[in-house]
């Protein structure tokens, strides 16, 4: 499967603290992307990378890809309650049929 | 949110009767994708449409069939629904392949 791989499955925290996840895909990408769902919802577009970028920057989200080591991290500084939530990446592979494919998700649970 | 909107937003059905879900987006997108959400499974594509009357087959297409008449308006149909099909199903839609996704706010299916 090409799905990409995320980590952990879960992570609780505390308010004001840093959350880390990471992504780990197989085969070579166009761009990674990152996506929120909250409970219940639709996924929400976060931040895309494409394969020449190391770094990006959204508010207080990091993202960086290391496309020798086929993964990437999401940071989200100084936590909220309102970050619970479950975080997906999602590449968009060199080769294959799928436009995107979406891991299966880090849920996030930040305490107040 | 982007335009997207899903109708029925929940549903319950006997197995063995035809279901169809609508997608209705106001982006003029020429990207549009039916994906279900099961868990321990994250998210999966069914099928996809690049454009009016083209559409192409996800991981999970089995028992499922799509139509796009128009940019606007994407069908998913479940020609005899099975217990199986039970989930939650989102539209997506993009402006490029491998693009960011916009979602629907999805659909609760559950076959009895």
């Known amino acids: ?112 | 949110d982007a335009g997207i909107t899903q109708s029925p937003r929940h549903k319950v059905t006997e197995t063995g009767t035809p279901v169809t879900l609508r997608c209705h987006q106001t982006e003029n997108h020429r990207y549009m994708y039916w994906y279900r959400q099961d868990p321990g499974h994250g998210l999966r594509l069914i099928h996809y449409s690049y454009g009016v009357k083209d559409t192409d087959k996800g991981e999970v297409s089995d028992g499922y069939s799509v139509s796009r008449s128009k940019t606007e308006d994407f069908l998913l149909t479940l020609e005899s629904a099975t217990s199986s099909q039970t989930s939650v199903y989102f539209c997506a839609i993009s402006e490029s392949r491998g693009g960011e996704q916009y979602f629907g706010p999805g659909t609760r299916l559950t076959v009895t």
């Open chain 1, 1 to 112: 499967s090409q799905q990409g791989e995320e980590d952990p499955q879960a992570l609780s925290i505390q308010e004001g603290e840093n959350a880390t996840m990471n992504c780990s895909y197989k085969t070579s990408i166009n761009n990674l992307q990152w996506y929120r769902q909250n409970s219940g919802r639709g996924l929400v577009h976060l931040i895309l990378i494409r394969s020449n970028e190391r770094e990006k920057h959204s508010g207080r989200l990091r993202v960086t890809l290391d496309t020798s080591k086929k993964s990437s991290s999401l940071l989200i500084t100084a936590s909220r309650a309102a970050d619970t939530a479950s975080y997906f990446c999602a590449t968009d592979f060199n080769s294959g049929n799928t436009p995107l494919v979406f891991g299966k998700g880090t849920r996030l649970s930040v305490i107040a």
